[in-house]
């Protein structure tokens, strides 16, 4: 069963660089977006993924206050960088990356 959820994650990764690859030139701005549960350091660890790279960190709580949204604009060297921070934040508990 791991091994599934392992094979299919890097599917998803290698359609992805593809993507990005085809629709950018590097380099380029790439918005992140993540939704994640509002409790202890979660924000600051995604802020601090992207901690001096000039990123442009937009966060928003939902009415509840539950879930916070994040936005981060910045501009990535290559498909492979935007992959590996998405791989990097991945690691946050809860996070989901839109």
Known sequence: MENDK??????????LKVELDNSNTWPAEYLYKFIMPS????????????????????TTKSKTGKFTSVSVDV???SAD????????VSTIEGIVSL
């Open 81 to 88: 960088e935007v992959i590996a921070k998405y791989k990097e």
């Open 39 to 58: 409790v202890g350091d979660n924000v600051e660890q995604v802020e601090k993924a992207f901690d001096s790279m000039g990123a442009v960190i937009k």
């Open 75 to 77: 501009t990535m060297n």
């Open 6 to 15: 392992e094979k299919s994650t890097a599917e998803f990764y290698e359609r």
